[in-house]
C-alpha cells in the first residue's frame, strides 16, 4: 500500500478555499438571469434559502464524517463502512457523475465566456447541438484549457491549492462591485421587478442548488491530503459552505433587482454590474471573475472527481491502473487525466448542452448526499465510540434532517415533480452513466 498513499500537504486554509472555489464557478455568472426569470427575484431568494438550508444540513453530517474518517474518497469510505462494497459503489459512482458533470460544464462555459468578451472568437463552424452552433474555435479553446488544467492537478494538489486561492480574490472582488452597486445606486432599483412568479419557478430553481452547492464535498474527497487536526477539516467544510451561501444570496438580489431587460438572462450577472456602475468594463471585469470562478471550480471538481476514483480503485471496486500514484507528485495521476481527458471532449457539445448537465449531475450528486446522510445515522448507532473530532451540532437529529432533506431532493427530480428531468437528453445521461457504473461493477476484480 505504500505507492497507494497521498501526500499530506494541505492547510485548513487550502482546504476551505478548495470547497469554496468548488462551489462558485461559472454558474452565478450564466444562471442567475435564469433563477430571477424563473421565479422572481423573492421566489429565486426562496429556493436558494431551503435548498441553501438543505445543504447545510448535510454538510454537517459530512463534516463529521470527515473528521472521523479522513481517508480519500470521502463518501466511499463512509458508505462502505456502514452498508458495505455495493451501496458505497453506488453512492461514489453518483457522486463522480456530479463531478464530471461539473467539469464538463466548466469546460463548455469558458469559451462562452469568451465569446462575451470577443465575440468575433466564434470561428470554424462544426455542427449543431440543440440548435446551438458549435465552433472549432469554441471546442479548441475548452480542449487546451482541459489539458493546462489536468497537468496542473497532476503536477501536486497543493500548487492547485495556491492558485486557487489567488483566484479566489478575483472572484470576491467582482461581488464587491455588485454588492456596492446596488448600495450606492438604489434609485436604479426598477418599480417592476419581477418579486414572486410561483411555486412552480422555485421547484425550478431548488433542482439548481445540488449542482451549484456540489463541491463542498470536495474536502472530504482529499481529506486524506490534509495536514494537522482532523477536527480541521469538518471546520473548514462549514466554513466554506456558509461563503458560498452568503455569496449566492447576494448574486440573487444583485441580479434580481438590477435594472436589466427581464426577457435578457444569457450573462445577466455581468450585466447587472455593468447596469449599476453604467460601465461595460465593470461588466467586462465580471465576465473576467467568471472566468476565474470555472478555474476554481473545474480544479476543484477534478481534484475530488479523481480522488473518488482513486479510493474505489484502491479498494478493488474499479480497475486497479485507476488506483496508480505518480512517484514524484503523489498524486492518482491516472484518475486525474482520466477525468480531465472527459472534459476536454465537453465542450464539442455546445452551449444548450449546460442546463442538461446541470440537472443530471444534480440528481447524482443528491443521491450521493441521500447516502451520506444514512451512513451517518448508521455509523452513530452502531459506533457510538467511533473518535468524531467534530460532531455535528444536533447529533442523530441532525442526521434525520439530512436524510428527509436529501429525500426531498430527490424527489424533486422524479416525473411527477414540476421540475421533473426532462427526456431523452437528462435521463438519458443519467442512464449512460448507470449503464456504465454497472458494466465496470460487473467487471471488478474478485479477490
Not at 202 to 218: K, N, Q, R
Not at 361 to 389: D, N, S, T, W
Amino acid at each position: 500500500m505504500a505507492d497507494k498513499q497521498l501526500k499530506r500537504v494541505l492547510s485548513r486554509f487550502d482546504a476551505a478555499v478548495l470547497g469554496f472555489g468548488a462551489m462558485i464557478g461559472w454558474g452565478w455568472v450564466i444562471l442567475a438571469g435564469t433563477w430571477v426569470a424563473n421565479a422572481g427575484v423573492g421566489g429565486a431568494a426562496l429556493a436558494f434559502v431551503i435548498g441553501s438550508t438543505a445543504i447545510l444540513v448535510i454538510g454537517m453530517t459530512y463534516a463529521e464524517l470527515a473528521s472521523a474518517m479522513p481517508f480519500a474518497g470521502g463518501e466511499h469510505a463512509y458508505t462502505e463502512r456502514a452498508f458495505g462494497p455495493t451501496i458505497s459503489f453506488v453512492c461514489t459512482w453518483s457522486i463522480i457523475f456530479g463531478y464530471v458533470a461539473v467539469v464538463a460544464f466548466e469546460a463548455i462555459a469558458l469559451p462562452v465566456a469568451v465569446v462575451y468578451l470577443a465575440p468575433s472568437f466564434k470561428a470554424v463552424p462544426l455542427w449543431e447541438v440543440a440548435g446551438y452552433q458549435v465552433h472549432l474555435s469554441e471546442a479548441a479553446l475548452g480542449g487546451v484549457a482541459a489539458i493546462a488544467i489536468t497537468a496542473l492537478n497532476i503536477l501536486g494538489v497543493r500548487i492547485a491549492a495556491r492558485v486557487q486561492a489567488a483566484v479566489i480574490l478575483l472572484l470576491l472582488a467582482a461581488g464587491a462591485l455588485l454588492l456596492t452597486g446596488g448600495l450606492f445606486h438604489p434609485g436604479d432599483i426598477p418599480t417592476d421587478v419581477p418579486v414572486w412568479k410561483g411555486f412552480g419557478g422555485v421547484f425550478a430553481v431548488i433542482i439548481m442548488v445540488p449542482f451549484l452547492f456540489v463541491g463542498f464535498d470536495v474536502i472530504p474527497q482529499s481529506a486524506e491530503e490534509v495536514s494537522g487536526p482532523s477536527r480541521d477539516i469538518g471546520r473548514a467544510l462549514i466554513i466554506s459552505l456558509v461563503m458560498a451561501i452568503a455569496f449566492y444570496m447576494l448574486i440573487v438580489f444583485s441580479v434580481g433587482l438590477a435594472p436589466l431587460d427581464p426577457e435578457n438572462v444569457d450573462i445577466a450577472t455581468a450585466d447587472a454590474a455593468g447596469a449599476w456602475w453604467k460601465s461595460e468594463k465593470v461588466a467586462g471585469f465580471v465576465i473576467l471573475a467568471g472566468i476565474g470562478g470555472i478555474v476554481t471550480s473545474w480544479n476543484s471538481f477534478l481534484i475530488g472527481g479523481s480522488r473518488a476514483l482513486f479510493a474505489m480503485a484502491r479498494s478493488g471496486q474499479l480497475p486497479g491502473f485507476l488506483s496508480a500514484v505518480h512517484p514524484k507528485f503523489g498524486t492518482p495521476w491516472v484518475a486525474i487525466a482520466l477525468i480531465g481527458g472527459i472534459s476536454a471532449l465537453a465542450p464539442l457539445l455546445g452551449r444548450n448542452a449546460l442546463v442538461w448537465i446541470v440537472n443530471a449531475g444534480g440528481f447524482g450528486i443528491a443521491l450521493a448526499y441521500l447516502f451520506v446522510a444514512a451512513a451517518f445515522l448508521k455509523l452513530r448507532r452502531r459506533e457510538p465510540e467511533m473518535e468524531r473530532p467534530y460532531r455535528a451540532p444536533g447529533g442523530s437529529v441532525t442526521g434525520v434532517a439530512a436524510l428527509i432533506l436529501g429525500a426531498g431532493l430527490i424527489m424533486l427530480y422524479l416525473p411527477f415533480s414540476p421540475a421533473a428531468l426532462s427526456w431523452p437528453q437528462e435521463w438519458g445521461l443519467l442512464g449512460a452513466w448507470g449503464a456504465l457504473g454497472l458494466a465496470l461493477w460487473l467487471a471488478r476484480p474478485t479477490r
